[in-house]
């Protein structure tokens, strides 16, 4: 009976070393895919919210909202219905576009579906070489995606356009008054005077104007430093998940040379290199985000998979370009001071 048990496991030990791949290696490999999951799903929240962000509205005050409402639907002419009244109380808010939620459901599903190559293992059941091999090809596209994403959006940075529209009606209107005071001014000078206001006052709402202007200066630099932060990040993000896929399609490619300790050394080490993408030094971050796409294109192993990606990359870059929301022609849009 014990010399029966000991073929069978002679038997079972041989199908592994044939067909299978250990369990120890397969879970080494299970990390670093899962690890892949994470920081791509999160590069892709990061991309998603970066979009929102770009069409988000500044927010209002509930007098804003009222005095906005009463404007534009007291001096309507459409015939008023629900859409109408709705557009009156918020015409900036973001559309809904289906084609954009679509690819973002798509990309999710990408990454979730690669880790799932793994999911036997959670059962007990051993994945085989000929499935190790799969990740390495599903890991390729997934990881070149990544890298001509994180490009993409460096070439095509965020823009929080209806923040920026906000400040330069802001400035248009400030510059207005300032010029018409400053005609004034001039006038008064030359011994014209075209109301009660004296002198004192006039150069005193002029000193104001000019104040409003810095504050204004201030407010557009703070968008812009909003925009940087939401491009370094989410580069840093999409490198991160890139430098991550990359090092796992290496791993996956030399899975049967490799041996366990090799392994367990080798998944640390892509860790840590992936965590140094923090996108605090965002020079560097970019730097890796262009050599990455140039190793890619330049590489036959990488190459044969990146045009397609390269046009998805680019046609999801550029819808992400601030939509505007549309008024009826007898809906004058009020300014949001």
Same mark, same amino acid.
């Given at each position: ?16 070393? &044939? ?6 290696? @397969? !879970? @080494? ?66 559309? %809904? ?9 798509? &990309? ?55 923040? !920026? ?21 001039? @006038? ?16 005193? !709402? ?14 557009? =630099? ?41 392994? %367990? ?23 890796? @985000?262009? %050599?990455?796409?140039? =190793? ?30 549309? &008024? ?10």
């Amino acid at each position: 009976m014990q010399n029966s048990n000991k073929i069978i496991w002679v038997i079972f030990a041989a199908s592994l070393s &044939l067909g299978g791949c250990s369990v120890e290696k @397969a !879970r @080494a490999l299970q990390g670093a895919a899962v690890q892949f999951k994470t920081e791509s799903l999160a590069a892709i929240d990061a991309i998603d919210q970066m979009r929102q962000r770009e069409l988000e509205a500044p927010p209002r005050s509930q007098s804003e909202i009222r005095q906005g409402f009463i404007s534009r639907l007291l001096n309507s002419k459409v015939d008023l219905n629900s859409a109408v009244v709705d557009l009156a109380i918020d015409p900036f808010k973001p559309p %809904n576009v289906a084609e954009w939620d679509d690819f973002i459901v798509d &990309l999710r599903s990408q990454y979730d579906g690669f880790a799932s190559i793994f999911d036997k293992l959670d059962s007990g059941t051993l994945i085989s070489q000929a499935e190790a091999k799969q990740s390495a090809e599903y890991a390729r596209t997934l990881t070149v995606q990544m890298a001509l994403l994180a490009d993409a959006i460096a070439k095509n940075p965020p823009v929080l356009g209806q923040y !920026r529209s906000r400040t330069i009606v802001k400035l248009k209107k400030l510059r207005q008054d300032y010029q018409t005071l400053l005609t004034r001014l001039k @006038a008064r000078e030359a011994g014209i005077s075209d109301g009660n206001e004296t002198l004192q006052q006039m150069n005193q !709402r002029k000193s104001d104007l000019e104040n409003q202007a810095g504050e204004l200066m201030n407010e557009w =630099q703070q968008i812009k430093q909003e925009e940087q932060k939401l491009l370094e990040t989410t580069v840093a993000q999409c490198t991160k998940a890139a430098t991550i896929g990359k090092e796992v399609v290496e791993v996956a490619n030399h899975y049967d040379d490799l041996e366990i300790g090799q392994l %367990n050394a080798l998944i640390p080490r892509i860790l840590t290199t992936a965590a140094a993408f923090t996108g605090r030094d965002y020079s560097m971050v970019k730097v890796k @985000a262009t %050599n990455l796409v140039s =190793q890619i294109q330049s590489d036959p192993l990488w190459s044969g998979v990146t045009k397609t990606l390269l046009d998805r990359a680019n046609t999801a870059a550029a819808s992400r370009a601030p939509s505007q929301v549309s &008024l009826p022609v007898s809906l004058p849009p009020t300014s949001r001071n």
